[in-house]
């Protein structure tokens, strides 16, 4: 990923089976500025089942009552930019693999366990999470009502299906990406692995959702090297298959992208009041546990989805400008799967940046040095890109306070990413052939 420390085999091992894994999928006037604060991926109450898929490795996990929380790692490195007194964990937990099987064997439990076949569609308002009990290496299901899980702070005591007594305590509450403690009558942690959470749209049910949120219990420093990886493989592959079409796209705009990936999955409330490496850490870690299903429920209240949190319009702009490229004709589709999400990305980077570099505006701003490239197009991809030529020139060096106060939210949380989560830069084509 951007993060130069190395991964470890495992690691390595992990993102190249993602990478084939995602190779055998699908292989200008706007609004002011396009709402990206992703304050819920799935809204309460009736929950958008539009274009989606959304760790604080640095910060100890809450638990009641000062119950240790088993940590299903054996990794003692930090992540880069942790300054972390986390404790040591047991040696009989394991990495990112290990979680991912779990994770796995949760799933098919969830899905094929017996239910009730008068009922025609599941419940909308019951929420079953699958909670692993390392001691005895078993999976407990246990079900509670969707208005709890959504509730920050709530806390209820309930009965497992394997007779548990336990007590849970939403950490917070967004959606299928809501962070919970389980602690049983002894007070012992169980680990939440999935969550099965029902879409519903306009009452009735849509599907049924599968996901594993940032739980503290879940979070490790190789989790969130795992998950860097995987950002960065898929950003690698996108770009690639864009070259195999005959589109190339600059490298730095590839870097951008990258950045893009986790800036756009920050909330903003969450950045003003919380720990910002921690945060940045949270949406790795997101994707370690969730892959290719990662932000595949996520949409945005201007209606941006998935994993690049792209619009509608600009989604089908460059499907109409690039035609030869074979984006998925449908908006909602091409969100979930990355690697068509990762080329419509990368072909509005290429596009937007062409635009705003023939402008006088721009290039009198980038060589006065009142703005670099990288925060141009970032509050490009932000907010309606077409209006910048014109904050630059009657702002100048305060043309940031011109854009829309949403985006400069957005600007500071690059520049926050930027300076503490350093990349290796990746080089030009040009570059990769002296080489």
């Known amino acids: 990923m951007r993060i130069t420390s190395p991964v470890i085999a495992l690691s390595l091992l992990f993102g190249a089976l ?4 995602a190779q055998a999928q699908n292989g200008p006037p706007t609004t002011e500025t396009r709402p990206r604060v992703v ?58 693999t290990a979680i991912r099987a779990r994770i796995a064997e949760a799933e098919r439990l969830l899905k094929t366990r017996p239910r009730q076949t008068a009922i025609t569609s599941p419940a909308l308002d019951t929420v079953t999470l699958a909670l692993y009990e390392s001691g005895a ?66 009452g009735a049910f849509k599907e049924m959702a599968y996901y594993t949120s940032a739980h503290p219990a879940l979070l490790s420093a190789e989790l969130v090297k795992t998950g860097q990886s995987y950002v960065r493989s898929m950003v690698d592959l996108a770009a690639k298959r864009l070259r195999e079409k005959g589109v190339f796209v600059n490298s730095n705009l590839v870097d951008l992208a990258e950045r893009l990936c986790v800036i756009e999955h920050i909330d903003h409330e969450r950045f003003r009041l919380e720990n910002r490496v921690a945060l940045f850490n949270e949406i790795y870690s997101l994707y370690a546990l969730n892959e290719l299903d990662t932000y595949r429920y996520s949409v945005s209240f201007a209606g941006a989805g998935g994993m690049v949190q792209m619009i509608p319009w600009a989604y089908n702009l460059e499907r109409q400008r690039h035609p030869g490229v074979g984006l998925m004709p449908d908006f909602v589709t091409g969100m979930r799967n990355h690697a068509n999400a990762l080329q419509a990305m990368l072909l509005y980077l290429q596009d937007t940046w ?7 505006d721009v290039q009198m701003a980038l060589a006065t040095k009142i703005a670099t490239s990288a925060e141009v197009m970032a509050a490009g991809y932000n907010s309606n890109a077409a209006k910048l030529p014109a904050y630059l020139r009657r702002g100048g060096s305060a043309w940031r306070s011109l854009i829309p106060r949403e985006t400069q939210v957005y600007l500071q949380i690059y520049k926050t990413f930027e300076g503490l989560v350093p990349m290796k830069p990746r080089t030009t084509v040009a570059q990769q052939s002296a080489n």
């Open 137 to 202: 290496a078993r999976i407990h299901l246990l079900s509670i009502s969707k208005q709890i899980f959504l509730t920050k702070g709530s806390e209820a005591s309930m009965t497992t299906s394997r007779g548990t007594l336990v007590t849970l305590r939403v950490l917070r509450a967004n959606g299928v990406n809501t962070a919970v403690t389980v602690i049983d009558d002894s007070g012992r942690a169980l680990v939440p692995l999935t969550v099965e959470f029902p879409i519903e749209k306009q």
């Open 18 to 21: 993602n990478i084939a894994e």
């Open 354 to 360: 062409n635009d705003l570099a023939a402008s006088e």
């Open 39 to 96: 304050s819920s991926e799935v809204s309460p109450g009736k929950v958008t089942p539009a274009a989606q898929q959304e760790s604080s490795a640095k910060q100890k996990p809450a638990t009641s009552e000062g119950a240790a929380t088993p940590r299903f790692t054996n990794s003692g490195t930090k992540s880069v930019g942790e300054n972390s007194d986390a404790p040591a964990t047991s040696s009989r937990q394991s990495g990112p």
